[in-house]
């Protein structure tokens, strides 16, 4: 089965698009992606080479002399690679991309030994230590990476060669972890996806099966943990399906349930589902943070307790944003519920666009909500996990605006694009969109192709807005009905028919739960899809932090080619300065020594948070302490 | 020089008393005190069997067959324990006590190398790589504990042979590390103010050079760091006279500037106060919370930055509130500046007190101001550096409640207590003290001894006290000068002399700066030396986190028997239970959908925070929001 044909998952409501029957067209997103495609994924390569990790392959391979550097799980990051290359492959079709590719290729074929087995740390630094460290080892975790990279890659280009390898790894895995066998289920879960992934593509359902095996063997409360967390970390707390909360590491837990949803979508165990269900709510009930970033805490990348969610030292690691972007997609496709929808569209913009500089070749790991300053993006880093994550999630980006089922097509994400898909019966159809998304909410849907027989075109409506109006051929739509956040457009479309969508984008200030500590008192800017920010360059002599917001001023929406490398649209708020004097040094005193604080107005510019640190090392903040008394 | 005469520092303003000289004779320090001697020692003496400790130098004394057990510092928590027991037997003489320890001081004796070095992990486990790791390897740490532990054993006891243990390994650490040999600085500093104490009872200015080495060879930015934190984790970034801020990980800056000062204390250098003076400050106005716990961080148990002070997830180490007691106890002899005495009292009572439960035998390595529940004491710990912390801290605490110079007594904590002294020329006087503090603010103090000479008393008005009062033998004291927060009473004291000391405490709500994100819009109760915390226990049905405090409600306090195994005096508050239900389980609403919520109103209890946690595990809150709207 190749990408070019559909993908169907067994208990899926809506069905995934081949990657290459949506483009992006222009706009948004586009630009991303061309960013990603000219800049990020050979400045990756090169990183990938300065890092070591092509070196480790090469010595694994008998190619060359010298010691393993960096971490043990070092291979993932060029499947990673490999697999934004596929991606980009399928769009976008480049010889000397795809020879770059091979080379790799050849050179991780080089790398597997005899009996399939392909890790670079153990066959290098502890040749007879396989499978030892399930809990921190990587070894499942990478050889899931190899496999996602191998499929995609076979998908874009019908070379089986890296497939080959991924296949004979997987079985070799299937081998040795089975009731027969041994126990044990990864550490960081990973190829629990992949395997359903492989399944799917070769059909052979012993890849499930070992899927199934893993997700099972969790929650024996056996694994390690790291620091003060236990089992928690790994998830190995309770088994999969009497897991209700998010907890332990977020990229972890992200990983898992994104496997854990394949394996329902393949099965449809109910089980599965209500503890994803669970889960769900837990998270975005008490443990996402506004931009949708996630981890609480640094020790151990973890999730907190619920309402746990500060803005200085939360962790809110790019992959665990890019990991809940997976798992999301997954539900979405379950239930077609736009709740998922819309925790995709904010991490999207925010807790995951952040971790990628504006010029393509510097990243965040964490991605804080408030910085005092000293913290900066890297050209690389010594965990590399998430820049090739990046590389991977904006290369296949296509794939998360659009799904279809028998009755018709579903717009999740707005963005100029050219959408194909096929119905029941083969009914061909596409679409066109035309949007200056998330800068303004006016969206423009043509009818390119279809059959004249009435279909259902669903519109995700964002939870964010509250006034969306549609019209279709300049005609207001009227009594369309709304299904789960989406509007039903159901008709016998004609070629040419145009649908206007309108949200209307004003900037709002939001709040906290009051449960939430951290940001107690404070408000943020929203506007459309997209978090605000303050920068401190943006704020000449002033402390960011003592700095507050006047929620009865009005908020104003303004173009702004001045403030960055490249256009945005600003939010101008007014506030005030609130003068240290009064507190002479003092970190506590008495309620009742409280007196006036001297107050000097400031005009406030709020830029969008993904675009905060493009400027070099200054504080930031989100949450802003309301001005009132 | 044995702890019978006094212990004189070159550059201390006042000087510190033996430890035979301070007699806690009833009332709350000594209650704790009495509970360390007849439980806490002894329940240590057998978690120190049962994790460990003891095999280790056993194994290492080749009087047993085994592996090492615990982290590789364990030593360091027996030497602890003998320290304890030390000041234990200047106090309280017990032979059978004093035997326990000869016989583990025989096992330590036994476990030293031929040369000199002692550590049971380097002997036992990793015997060819002595000084490996200076980073994290805790040899250097470990001897400084050893050392502490022998000069106080050879003061209490008078016998000699843990000393000579411990100049054997000082001696070969000296021959190790200097200038000809090998530089190094110790990864957790300690080393340093034991050295300067082994000089101190030796003469030998060896051990003061060898202090003064280890602390120059800091900050070469050299030290590997732990997580994201870099040298800084180690207090290794820029050299010791150019740290202006408190940072990295919390117990090693405070044992660093522990050692620090006592450098200045036989040196006079203007240089390392003026660091310690600036170090102080930035500790004071931003990275203290309110219970005097240190530590924003649990990456790497660190500071955080300014302001950095979040209820849940700092850190706060027990053994970090113990460090700040031991550098502010050194700040107070050379400074004679209230301050210092502020914040050991602050600690004391509480970010220290809360480490240790009410049954003596249960402990918490972290302090946290918020628990949402789920945390509780330990009976030992996996890395048990508090406990035996707390135990020579409670065992010689009667030393920080005074000091003396030439022209009088400085008294600077309250408690039921008998002080003797020498001024100069060797006039001998004494004093007692009578109070029920710190649950009531009167003391009473008798002149017990004098010889007719004028002399000066100096009592500490403690910052929280706004209105103090002195009357000798009845009548008010009137124009009573202060000198850096101390009442100055000069006289001609006679016997009988009586000086009535009042401080009254009521309780009272106190604010954190603006700039602290954590507890804006939040009160928290003190009364007197002791912060106040709710505990869910005695909140019934209701979530901690729901609880607002109406500041316009009077408190009060209540001697409550019925609360806890001990009697305290509560703080009575009123307050409302805000509802949930107008948020729906959203996270994050519209500032301008917020509608009334409903609230019911509650008696709110406060108890003593140290007190907290002997209940099971509950939910507790220092810090209380507002119920203003």
Known sequence: MSEATNVYFAYARWRQLPLNSVSLTGGFWAEWQNLNRRTTLQHGYQMLEKAGNFDNLRIAAGQKEGQFRGPAFQDSDIYKWLEAVAYELMTHPDPALQRQADEVIELIAAAQQDDGYLNSYYTIVEPDRRWSDLDFGHELYCAGHLIEAAVAYTRAT?????????????????????????????????????????????GNRRYLDLAAYFIDQRGKNKMRGLGWLKAEYHQDRVPVRQQDVVEGHAVRAMYLNAGVTDLYLETGEQALLDAMKKQWRDMVTGKMFLTGGLGSRYEGEAFGDPYELPSDQCYCETCAAIGSIFWNWRMLQVTGDSRYADVIERQLYNGMLSGLALDGKHFFYMNPLLSRGGYERQEWLGCACCPPNLMRLLASLGKYFATHDESGVQVHLYNNAAISAELASGRPVALSLQTDYPWEGNIRIQVDKTDGAPWQLCLRRPAWSSNATVSINGQPAEATTMDAGYIVLERAWQPGDVIELALPMEPVLVMAHPRVDSVRDSVAIERGPLVYCLEARDHANVNLLDVRLDETAPLEAIRRDDLLPVSIVAVQ???????????????????????????????ITAIPYYA????GENAMRVWIPRARR
């Not at 506030?575 to 003092?586: A, D, F, L, Q, R």
């Open 158 to 202: 019908g070379t089986t060669q890296l497939l080959n390898v991924a296949t004979r790894f997987a079985d070799l895995i299937a081998d040795t972890f089975n009731p027969q066998a041994r126990e044990g289920a990864p550490g960081h879960p990973e190829i629990e996806m992949a395997l359903v992934e492989l399944y799917r593509e070769t």
């Open 573 to 603: 708020a007014s506030g005030v300065v609130e003068s240290e004097n009064g507190w002479s040094g003092k970190l506590y005193r008495r309620l009742n020594e409280q007196n006036g604080v001297p107050r000097q107005p400031i005009q």
């Open 612 to 615: 905060w640190g493009n400027r």
